[in-house]
């Protein structure tokens, strides 16, 4: 079936830039979503990214998407303490609407 | 705005016992679904709903049965725990199933079963 990969973890220092990535194997993607996750809370809904668009901003936030290597990456300018959280990756199957998910990867921030 | 509602937030049961989670959105969403969330992996969808008085399974649904008499109520129950059924449930509705409608979730129900 289809696969969203993310890393488990990532350390940033406060101040720098953060970037998550994940690649997903689905061909027909037509929505991929990046979801905020606090600790004890349900997740949140950072951005998204149609197919067809290479580039996505949002404030601090960047999303870069390279449909030929099913890549997707996350960047987040001037992390904050606000950041720590894991991310989550979720590709829209278009066959069927449900999601893929990654695993989520851990935003960890030293002062 | 209430959103999306998930009670308890917390429970633990003994096995072979059996449990409601309950979730309520007050955003008149057509879609819900129902996801377990384990360390390391990814969500696993349980169970959803394109509308009441239509259910579907998902990923993972066996040990889960749901029900979706009104828009706004989607239960899931344990039918016997099992421990393997430890883990963070999270309930989740979207206006309608396509690819460009973002889900809103729940805060979750962290559930331990002995």
């Known amino acids: 079936g289809e696969d969203v990969e993310q890393s488990l973890f990532l350390s940033v220092r406060e101040g720098d830039s953060s970037v998550i990535n994940c690649t997903y194997t689905d061909s027909s993607s037509t929505y991929l979503y990046w979801y905020k996750q606090e600790p004890g809370a349900g997740l949140q809904l950072l951005t998204y990214i149609f197919s067809n668009m290479d580039m996505k901003q949002d404030q601090r936030l960047t999303v870069l998407l390279n449909k030929k290597d099913k890549h997707l990456s996350l960047r987040i300018a001037d992390t904050q303490t606000g950041d720590s959280a894991i991310y989550f990756c979720a590709d829209s199957m278009d066959s069927n609407y449900q999601l893929i998910w990654g695993a989520g990867t851990k935003l960890i921030i030293k002062p | 705005n209430a959103g999306v509602t998930q009670t308890p937030k917390f429970q633990v049961l003994k096995t072979g016992q059996s449990m409601t989670l309950q979730c309520a959105q007050d955003m008149n969403h057509e879609y819900m679904s129902w996801y377990r969330q384990d360390p390391g992996m990814g969500l696993r969808l349980i169970h959803y709903?394109?509308?009441?008085?239509?259910?579907d399974q998902g990923e993972v649904p066996n040990g889960y049965n749901v029900s979706r008499s009104t828009t706004e109520d989607f239960p899931l129950r344990l039918l016997s725990a099992a421990p393997s059924q430890t883990s963070v449930y999270f309930c989740a509705s979207s206006r309608g199933l396509g690819s460009n409608q973002p889900q809103h979730f729940g805060d979750g129900t962290r559930l331990s079963i002995l």
């Open positions: 709903s394109v509308g009441a008085g239509i259910t």
